[in-house]
């Protein structure tokens, strides 16, 4: 994953979400995951993945790398559904799409919104060492997914990762999966060491402090406030559980018109 692309993404981008303030993106987002704990429904899960992957082709990024880039949890979430596993596929896929949607919806974050805005948002209402750790530890949390490639790669070259092996290619994977997160401890106390040298005095600071609200974050927050709402209700009124594919259909149906409208603007 090179990162300068996250970083051109959340910088250059001119959609309404780009547009839209990093306070509201945020709530946005916190709705969005906290709709994704709480529910376990197979349906709602796969409507708001699909929301969110139409959401993905608004940006007017290149959706491919969006989603290529929230697909890297899946591999830990895999993992976590094979250990949990009950004989239920819809188990499994609920674990799956629990993981690929919260992905989903930090990458539609961070592609849209600069980082250092990200932290300034949220350093008021997080103790200063937290909101401090996640901002030294961010970049190093995008260079352990480059290693992560690197890794794959790897395996591959020296038929550590080859055909109907698969014990031998879990074993192999697991090993490197244990040393990537050594490293990746390592790497992110270098970070820490580094800007400190540069005289990093643990304070973020930010131009984008403005909180009025838009056109643009009205939107956003519609959005959100609708797949809680959908998903709050679905809680206080099991009934409405076998509304849920319904929620699907919505949600491809966004998907099919904002994928039609975006080929019509490219072609256009």
């Known amino acids: 994953m090179d990162v300068s692309i996250i970083d051109y993404y959340a910088n250059h981008g001119d959609?309404?979400?780009?547009?839209?303030?990093?306070?509201w993106k945020i709530v946005f987002t916190t709705l969005v995951i906290a709709s994704i704990i709480l529910t376990n429904e197979l349906y709602l899960l796969l409507g708001i993945y699909v929301a969110l992957l139409s959401l993905a082709f608004w940006t007017r990024l290149s959706v491919v790398k969006i989603v290529t880039i929230a697909l890297y949890p899946a591999l830990f979430a895999l993992i976590f559904a094979f250990a949990m596993w009950n004989g239920s596929w819809i188990r499994a896929s609920v674990i799956m799409l629990k993981a690929l949607s919260a992905a989903l919806c930090m990458v539609l974050l961070i592609v849209t919104t600069p980082y250092p805005d990200v932290?300034?948002?949220?350093?008021?209402?997080?103790?200063?060492?937290?909101?401090?750790?996640?901002?030294?530890?961010?970049?190093?949390?995008?260079i352990l997914l480059e290693l992560t490639d690197d890794l794959i790669k790897g395996l591959k070259v020296r038929g550590g990762l080859?055909?109907?092996?698969?014990?031998?290619?879990?074993?192999?994977?697991?090993?490197?999966?244990?040393?990537?997160?050594?490293?990746?401890?390592?790497?992110s106390e270098k970070f820490y060491g580094v800007m400190n040298i540069r005289g990093?005095?643990?304070?973020?600071?930010?131009?984008?402090?403005?909180?009025?609200?838009?056109?643009?974050d009205l939107i956003t927050m519609v959005i959100g406030l609708m797949i809680f709402a959908a998903v709050i209700m679905t809680l206080i009124n099991t009934n409405l559980l076998k509304l849920s594919v319904y929620v699907l259909l919505l949600s491809v149906c966004a998907l099919i018109?904002?994928?039609?409208?975006?080929q019509i603007r490219i072609r256009g």
């Open 257 to 262: 018109i904002s994928t039609i409208y975006q």
């Open 119 to 142: 932290f300034n948002v949220i350093r008021p209402i997080m103790p200063r060492i937290i909101a401090e750790g996640l901002f030294v530890t961010y970049r190093s949390v995008f």
């Open 162 to 187: 080859t055909r109907r092996r698969y014990f031998s290619n879990i074993k192999n994977f697991s090993s490197g999966i244990g040393l990537l997160l050594v490293r990746g401890f390592d790497l």
């Open 200 to 216: 990093y005095g643990g304070k973020i600071s930010s131009s984008n402090n403005n909180l009025t609200f838009t056109k643009n």
């Open 15 to 23: 959609s309404f979400l780009h547009k839209a303030k990093p306070f």
